[in-house]
């Protein structure tokens, strides 16, 4: 009898490592995938925001200027939005959401005039025909898709 209840405690044993080790396995890839996200989001939000900074400086010499976007339609599989809009307290601010993840990437663009309108808003899911932009004059920047043809 002592022997069964041995065998049968070794094969409890057994399962709770093989368990635990699943579950911790699964927690990191899942944190992996996350920072791995999250890095794409980024990169992309500073690439948006250089870009913005250089039709910033064009308007501030009174000219217009489109600048062409190259945006992945996907971040790791996921389905993204970006938005231009000004916070609260007027300052201009980026926004990258990915819905399905729950995550958000925001930068502030502290430098851009106040009385420039600053908005827009794309779905990545739009960046499989078209083509982002941003459109720029002395009075506002804005972000938009177009036809890509």
Known sequence: MNEAVSYALLIVLGVAIVSSTFVVFNNLQTSLISIAIESEMNRIVEYISSNVLIAYGVILEGANVTITLELPSRIQGYRYFV???????????????????????????????????????????QLREMVAIIRASPNFIVLEVISSG
Do not use: M, R
């Open 83 to 125: 938005k231009f809009n000004t916070s609260v307290d007027g300052e201009k601010q980026i926004i990258i959401l990915i819905p399905a993840k729950n995550l958000s990437v925001v930068k502030k663009l502290s430098t851009i005039d106040g009385s420039i309108t600053f908005q827009g808003q794309i779905d990545s899911a």
